[in-house]
């Protein structure tokens, strides 16, 4: 089965520092991967997604991702942390195909801390 | 253009009710997916309706159920809540099942007693 696992429950940085958030997925095909993020209580904002094409996906706040198909992972990343940047984000993986073409599979999120 | 919009925000049902909440999706968008996100979980995938038909379910009891109506809007109905029902219920809306993406409303918090 599909599943997407994101190591980290918590991460705390500096404001100012750089961030990786770690995503792997088992997914059988080359996935459509996504990150989102969501601030208390609210919805899912898109920061980015891989269709296919350039490995390394740039996105909105300053985000970028990188797919690495031999490692199975989709890291977001950023060079350097604001305040703002403080919520919870998801990593996703879309089935492409089957039954269940459109579906999201979300992983258990990671919740980013960032002191001033 | 419009975002994804839900209604109610908050509702609170007592155990044994129904309850029905509702999704507009983004202007030119006809498919819409719902998803429960309990406290500290990532959202699973409920269901998706795409011009008006189901189109996918996830691992949910027939007690969800759900609508798609000829503009696209969308309705999630649950029937005879438990407590575990409660969490927070995601619309998402995308053109033609997905391709370039979701735009996901605020979402409907249910909360059981």
């Known amino acids: 089965a599909q599943s997407v696992t994101q190591p980290d429950i918590h991460i705390t940085v500096s404001e100012g520092a750089s961030l990786e958030l770690r995503c792997n997925y088992s997914?059988?095909?080359?996935?459509?991967l996504f990150w989102y993020v969501q601030s208390p209580g609210q919805g899912l904002q898109l920061l980015l997604k891989?269709?296919?094409?350039?490995?390394l996906v740039q996105g909105i706040k300053g985000f970028e991702a990188e797919f690495k198909r031999s490692q199975s992972s989709f890291n977001l990343r950023k060079p350097s942390v604001h305040w703002s940047d403080a919520a919870e984000y998801f990593c996703?993986?879309?089935?492409?195909?089957?039954?269940?073409?459109?579906?999201?599979?979300f992983g258990q999120g990671t919740i980013l801390t960032v002191h001033p | 253009e419009t975002g994804v919009t839900q209604s109610p925000t908050h509702l609170i049902k007592t155990r044994g009710q129904q309850v029905t909440l509702r999704c507009s999706s983004q202007?030119?968008?006809?498919?819409v997916s719902w998803y429960q996100q309990a406290l500290g979980q990532g959202p699973q995938f409920i269901f998706q309706y795409y011009r008006e038909e189901e189109n996918g379910r996830g691992n949910f009891p027939p007690r969800f159920s759900g609508l798609q109506f000829p503009n696209y809007s969308s309705e999630l109905n649950v029937n005879a809540l438990e407590l575990d029902d409660s969490a927070l219920y995601l619309c998402a809306s995308s053109k033609d099942r997905g391709g370039d993406g979701y735009t996901f409303g605020s979402g409907t918090r249910l909360t059981v007693v």
């Open positions: 997914y059988g095909a080359t996935p459509y």
């Open positions: 996703a993986v879309e089935h492409a195909g089957g039954t269940s073409y459109g579906k999201l599979t």
């Open positions: 891989y269709f296919s094409g350039d490995t």
């Open positions: 202007s030119g968008h006809n498919t």
